[in-house]
């Protein structure tokens, strides 16, 4: 059989026959995991072509007889619509990813198939049902085990790599054993881990070029695992960069032999300065008086910070905006992601939002956290999109991203340096190319003789 495997864009990032040029955000692209994984399953009989959307425009005209969609909520929308497309073309529709295993039956009223989970167990049998003529509509993962089944993906399929700031992504783990009530990940897993066995881990590394990254959700997740990968990688002479939580920093040996290791840059989920809003979130490990020491830390050891952060959380007042500029200026934060909090489909954060009747909208296309979908506690959903915007655009203003990378380059090295900069760029590039610049809500209050409500329950920073 021929397949299909698609990763859907959204629409501001999507190639189509009438839209064929790339946008400029190569730095924001990489991995495609999931389809190489899912490719390489794939018995070898079978004929395998791989579209990522966000890089050439989807083949509608394709011959296959199986078409394959991966997806996480924000895309579900497009995944309908390219569903209900190929079911007119009479290919054999099949799901999977976040979305349509954390929201399955909704998935299966638009495709043929959906695969729930891990599609190292099911997704041979799927093909085979398909071929006997006689599938499910359907079908869940036997797993968790142990994650020795999990092969190397087949970065070869991907074209177009000249639009990826890297393909060679790594997985050495699945899952994470935090709770934290708005994380997919753990809805996912079940809020558990698994390390893959070491040896396989070390020959994806092998083939991987001089810097690629680990998509692991948390890299550190299992102590042991991490120690002994970087001891591995510690003369391998290569530049990685992942994700972790702060805690990394509680760990003088692991912190060391993670930068030795070659790591030069970790995504860490700051979320909040507000430790009302952390234990709300069952997020306690992280520590908000901390958080400058522990980047700084981090800074020292070689490694760029890059900082994840919600904001619309209960805690969050109008002056949240403002309170978090100030914060990611004066600790060595180099560049940001930030979240409107979005309750995704399967986390506990869902339930909460809809037993108190808040979520606002619907549409799967807005769930990108950039959109405001719920009603906040504080404050209206203009004041949290108008904050937000404003806040990320105020972070990445022509001369704080200048500033910030010239501190980086001299508090922690050439390549983190880098890495900030070329972030900061593309960031800012998105920001100006979608006209993001919002206002802010507090400093509207202040104008108007509004009080802005005092901040409760958050960590005061002095300048380092
Ligand atoms: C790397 C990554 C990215 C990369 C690359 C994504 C990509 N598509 O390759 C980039 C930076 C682009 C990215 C962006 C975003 N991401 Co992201 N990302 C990840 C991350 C960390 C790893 C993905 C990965 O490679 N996994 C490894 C593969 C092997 O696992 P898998 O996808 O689960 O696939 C397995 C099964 O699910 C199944 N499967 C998956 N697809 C299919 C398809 C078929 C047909 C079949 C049969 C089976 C199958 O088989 C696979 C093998 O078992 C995940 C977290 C995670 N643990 O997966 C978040 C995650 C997917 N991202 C998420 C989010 C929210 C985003 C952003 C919105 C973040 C933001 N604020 O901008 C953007 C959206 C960008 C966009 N509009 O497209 C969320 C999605 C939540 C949700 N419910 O939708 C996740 C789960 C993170 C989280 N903690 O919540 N992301």
């Given at each position: 059989?021929?397949?299909?495997?698609?990763?859907?864009?959204?629409?501001?990032?999507?190639?189509?026959?009438?839209?064929?040029?790339?946008?400029?955000?190569?730095?924001?692209?990489?991995?495609?995991?999931?389809?190489?994984?899912?490719?390489?399953?794939?018995?070898a009989?079978?004929?395998?072509?791989?579209?990522?959307e966000?890089?050439?425009?989807?083949?509608?005209?394709?011959?296959?007889?199986?078409?394959?969609?991966?997806?996480?909520?924000?895309?579900?929308?497009?995944a309908?619509?390219?569903?209900?497309?190929?079911?007119?073309?009479?290919?054999?529709?099949?799901?999977?990813?976040?979305?349509?295993?954390?929201?399955?039956?909704?998935?299966?009223?638009?495709?043929?198939?959906?695969?729930?989970?891990?599609?190292?167990?099911?997704?041979?049998?799927?093909?085979?049902?398909?071929?006997s003529?006689?599938?499910?509509?359907?079908?869940?993962?036997?797993?968790?085990?142990?994650?020795?089944?999990?092969?190397?993906?087949?970065?070869?399929?991907?074209?177009?790599?000249?639009?990826?700031?890297?393909?060679?992504a790594?997985?050495?783990?699945?899952?994470?054993?935090?709770?934290?009530?708005?994380?997919?990940?753990?809805?996912?897993?079940?809020?558990?881990?698994?390390?893959?066995?070491?040896?396989?881990?070390?020959?994806?590394?092998?083939?991987?070029?001089?810097?690629?990254?680990?998509?692991?959700?948390?890299?550190?997740?299992?102590?042991?695992?991490?120690?002994?990968?970087?001891?591995?990688?510690?003369?391998?002479?290569?530049?990685?960069?992942?994700?972790?939580?702060?805690?990394i920093?509680?760990?003088?040996?692991?912190?060391?032999?993670?930068?030795?290791?070659?790591?030069?840059?970790?995504f860490?989920?700051?979320?909040?300065?507000?430790?009302?809003?952390?234990?709300?979130?069952?997020?306690?490990?992280?520590?908000?008086?901390?958080?400058?020491?522990?980047?700084?830390?981090?800074?020292?050891?070689?490694?760029?910070?890059?900082?994840?952060?919600?904001?619309?959380?209960?805690?969050?007042?109008?002056?949240?905006?403002?309170?978090?500029?100030?914060?990611?200026?004066?600790?060595?934060?180099?560049?940001?992601?930030?979240?409107?909090?979005?309750?995704?489909?399967?986390?506990?954060?869902?339930?909460?939002?809809?037993?108190?009747?808040?979520?606002?909208?619907?549409?799967?296309?807005h769930?990108?956290?950039?959109?405001?979908?719920i009603?906040?506690?504080?404050?209206?959903?203009?004041q949290?999109?108008?904050?937000?915007?404003?806040?990320y655009?105020?972070?990445?203003?022509?001369?704080?991203?200048?500033?910030?990378?010239?501190?980086?380059?001299?508090?922690?090295?050439?390549?983190?340096?880098?890495l900030?900069?070329?972030?900061?760029?593309?960031?800012?590039?998105?920001?100006?190319?979608?006209?993001?610049?919002?206002?802010?809500?507090?400093?509207?209050?202040?104008?108007?003789?509004?009080?802005?409500?005092?901040?409760?329950?958050?960590?005061?920073?002095?300048?380092?």
């Open positions: 059989m021929k397949i299909y495997l698609i990763l859907p864009a959204a629409e501001k990032l999507r190639v189509s026959e009438k839209r064929s040029w790339v946008p400029l955000r190569k730095m924001l692209r990489f991995s495609v995991l999931s389809l190489t994984t899912v490719a390489a399953l794939t018995p009989e079978h004929e395998v072509v791989i579209c990522d966000n890089v050439e425009p989807v083949d509608f005209d394709t011959d296959a007889d199986v078409v394959g969609i991966t997806f996480m909520t924000g895309l579900a929308t497009r309908y619509e390219l569903a209900s497309q190929f079911k007119k073309r009479g290919a054999v529709t099949v799901a999977g990813g976040f979305h349509p295993t954390l929201n399955s039956e909704e998935a299966q009223s638009h495709f043929d198939i959906v695969v729930c989970g891990e599609a190292e167990d099911t997704w041979p049998k799927v093909l085979a049902d398909i071929e003529g006689s599938f499910h509509s359907v079908y869940h993962s036997s797993f968790p085990s142990n994650l020795d089944h999990v092969p190397f993906p087949r970065r070869d399929l991907l074209r177009n790599k000249k639009h990826y700031i890297t393909t060679d790594v997985q050495t783990g699945r899952g994470c054993q935090h709770k934290c009530r708005f994380c997919s990940v753990t809805a996912f897993f079940n809020h558990s881990h698994r390390s893959r066995p070491l040896e396989k881990v070390m020959k994806e590394v092998e083939t991987a070029r001089k810097i690629f990254m680990f998509v692991d959700d948390n890299i550190i997740a299992d102590r042991e695992f991490a120690m002994q990968l970087f001891k591995r990688m510690a003369a391998m002479n290569k530049k990685w960069v992942s994700q972790c939580s702060i805690t920093a509680d760990d003088d040996e692991l912190l060391e032999m993670a930068a030795r290791a070659g790591c030069i840059g970790l860490i989920g700051i979320e909040s300065v507000n430790s009302e809003n952390l234990a709300a979130m069952d997020k306690n490990f992280n520590d908000p008086g901390s958080y400058a020491a522990k980047i700084q830390k981090i800074n020292r050891a070689g490694i760029h910070v890059q900082a994840g952060m919600i904001v619309g959380l209960d805690s969050d007042d109008v002056g949240v905006f403002e309170r978090n500029l100030k914060f990611l200026q004066e600790t060595g934060i180099g560049a940001l992601q930030l979240a409107i909090l979005t309750p995704q489909p399967g986390t506990p954060l869902r339930k909460d939002f809809e037993e108190q009747e808040r979520i606002i909208d619907n549409n799967w296309a769930y990108d956290y950039r959109h405001t979908v009603q906040p506690k504080q404050m209206t959903p203009e949290l999109q108008d904050g937000a915007d404003w806040l655009a105020q972070f990445y203003r022509l001369d704080r991203v200048v500033f910030r990378s010239l501190k980086i380059l001299c508090r922690t090295g050439f390549y983190p340096a880098l900030a900069w070329r972030l900061n760029m593309t960031y800012r590039y998105d920001l100006k190319r979608l006209n993001v610049k919002g206002h802010n809500p507090a400093a509207a209050l202040q104008g108007s003789g509004d009080r802005v409500p005092p901040a409760v329950g958050n960590a005061s920073f002095s300048r380092i």
